[in-house]
């Protein structure tokens, strides 16, 4: 009845659980996609300012190109180069009219010398400064180039008032087809300015549809965490049965050998003790029969032991604390001093539960006896409301813990086959050892 009412109050809790167990990946697969939806749109907006201030500077590009070559080269005369007054003023008049404005604010004119004939900065007028590389290629091979401007340069010691400039040179032509190179500085804010505006025009585009995608997917996480949970309920239950015909089939095991082999062992050693009580029976013989009745006697004791390994018949009444004393009885009779410290177990444990962590102690008081050499072993246990734990630790030699693998290979399971029944279960079992320093085995499982 008991076992009843606990397989009935169990899914009550696994709904609990269930529901935990499917929030919280949502969450926190909500808060990874928050968090790649911040960092792609931080990268997009990154790269797409770039791109924008690409496009502003083509548009500056293409700008100066209109201006100096739509607008000013038509009224250059032949006597720019040689800063003929009235060459010069047609030039001045044409740039603050229709050439400067708010981020275009600085105009030069060089020769290829690298004279200074027109500047709307009147003091550079005349003066001259050797010309850079990238400018005498834009000259000579008539190429639209754009740089940050040096303000350290002496040329441009007017331009420091404007901040960062940047400048944008090509070359221009007299009508006597002489090459005179066109430089103009535009405040590098406007430029910003002018990617920012180009990356707010689609930023909107961009980060919506990534948090649309955002939102579209919480759904189906939520879809897929429940599948992945009613799969994981599912999987428990068949292992809970699984579990339960286990203990039914050596319960019966047990049972019928109790009630069968060793009933008729323990009646054909009463018959052969009988026999050779008889005074009739020759002293040979009834030696032979007294040694047949002492063999069978051990042979029940052997047997016994093996079917309480098989169904502990009072574990479930003695719960898990006095099973391992009864382990730890049945080692000291071997020759194993065994200390067991239980502290903080309930009163009752899912029988699967206990069942377990006395299989785990089971057998590694086993390993201990026939492997370790040790002289005495210590067996803690304890609880807490989601799980119940075991260790046993021992003084022997130890052993280097890969060597559980080579002999499972050889078909020696032990410990590693209690590991996968552990796992199956949704526990761990982790195994600690060094040559000479002796064994722990740690065995912790959850509690439904």
Request: charged share 20%.
């Amino acid at each position: 009845m008991n076992n009843t009412r606990r397989r009935r109050r169990r899914p009550g809790v696994s709904s609990a659980t269930g529901r935990r167990v499917v929030v919280v990946p949502v969450i926190q697969f909500a808060v990874i996609g928050l968090a790649a939806v911040v960092i792609v749109g931080l990268a997009t907006a990154t790269a797409s300012r770039r791109v924008g201030q690409r496009e502003a500077i083509s548009d500056v590009r293409t700008t100066t190109l209109i201006k100096a070559q739509g607008l000013v080269e038509p009224v250059v005369t032949n006597g720019l180069p040689a800063s003929d007054p009235a060459a010069v003023e047609a030039v001045a008049k044409l740039v603050e009219q229709s050439v400067v404005d708010a981020s275009l604010v600085r105009v030069k004119v060089w020769t290829a010398d690298g004279t200074i004939v027109y500047s709307n900065a009147s003091q550079l007028q005349g003066t001259r400064y050797p010309l850079g590389a990238d400018e005498l290629a834009s000259l000579h091979n008539g190429l639209i180039q754009a740089d940050v401007s040096d303000l350290s340069s002496p040329e441009n010691r007017y331009e420091h008032g404007f901040g960062k400039l940047l400048e944008v040179y090509l070359p221009i032509h007299t009508p006597d087809g002489q090459r005179l190179l066109f430089e103009a500085y535009y405040r590098y804010d406007a430029v910003s300015a002018a990617g920012r505006q180009i990356w707010g025009s689609f930023a909107p585009v961009s980060v919506g549809s990534l948090i649309a995608l955002e939102l579209l997917q919480i759904p189906l996480a939520w879809s897929l965490a429940a599948r992945l949970r009613q799969r994981q309920r599912e999987r428990e239950r068949l292992l809970q049965h699984a579990v339960d015909a286990s203990d039914i089939e050596r319960r019966r095991i047990a049972s019928d050998l109790h009630d069968g082999v060793v009933q008729d062992l323990v009646g054909m050693s009463f018959a052969l003790a009988a026999a050779a009580r008889q005074e009739s029976m020759p002293t040979g013989a009834a030696d032979k029969l007294r040694d047949a009745s002492d063999s069978l006697r051990t042979s029940v004791t052997a047997l016994r032991s093996t079917l309480v390994d098989i169904y502990p018949r009072d574990l479930a009444e003695l719960g898990l604390a006095g099973g391992l004393d009864d382990l730890a009885g049945d080692a000291s009779a071997n020759g194993l001093q065994v200390n067991v410290t239980a502290s903080g177990l309930p009163s009752t444990l899912p029988r699967p539960v206990t069942s377990l962590l006395y299989r785990a102690v089971r057998e590694a008081l086993r390993n201990v006896e026939r492997h370790a050499s040790a002289s005495r072993a210590t067996v803690r246990a304890g609880a807490d409301r989601t799980s119940a734990w075991v260790s046993v630790a021992d003084d022997g030699t130890g052993f280097d813990p890969e060597i559980l693998q080579a002999r499972a290979v050889e078909g020696h399971l032990g410990l590693r086959g209690l590991e996968g029944v552990v796992r199956d279960a949704g526990g761990l079992l982790r195994v600690e050892s060094e040559p000479g320093r002796g064994t722990t085995v740690f065995v912790e499982v959850p509690i439904p």
